[in-house]
């Protein structure tokens, strides 16, 4: 790898999830909610930390290892994002850009193995 973390647009798009899901945990339903808080903060946060971790390695094996991590993270975002709603603490609205970026950001996370993996093959 000769990229750094910061220049991978996937990394970038966790560094938004990040600010918007903070953003979201600041709103008043969600005071008193301390686990649920800091769970999906916590979750947030292993996104582009293991994205960056993976990276230092300078493997392609290892940066897969992380980016699945990554992955898993994002899904356990979206998981929250969606019982945030169900749970009452917020509307489909306030979810509904996480939410996609979730998604995208898991799409992103998979292309990226792929291509890694075509890269070990080879």
């Given at each position: 790898m000769t990229k750094s973390f910061e220049e991978f647009e996937?990394?970038?798009k966790g560094v938004q999830l990040a600010k918007l899901t903070f953003e979201l945990m600041n709103n008043k339903p969600f005071?008193?909610?301390f686990g649920?808080?800091?769970q999906i903060k916590r979750a947030v946060l292993s996104i582009t930390n293991n994205i960056a971790e993976g990276s230092e390695y300078n493997n392609n094996k290892q940066l897969i290892r992380y980016l699945k991590i990554s992955k898993g993270s994002c899904a356990e975002v979206r998981s929250m994002l969606i019982l945030s709603?169900?749970?009452?603490f917020c509307n489909q609205q306030e979810i509904q850009k996480g939410y996609d970026?979730?998604?995208?950001?898991?799409?992103n996370l998979s292309n990226f193995i792929k291509?890694?993996?075509t890269k070990i093959e080879s």
């Open positions: 996937v990394y970038k005071e008193r909610e649920f808080k800091d709603r169900e749970l009452g970026l979730t998604i995208e950001i898991s799409q291509y890694l993996n």
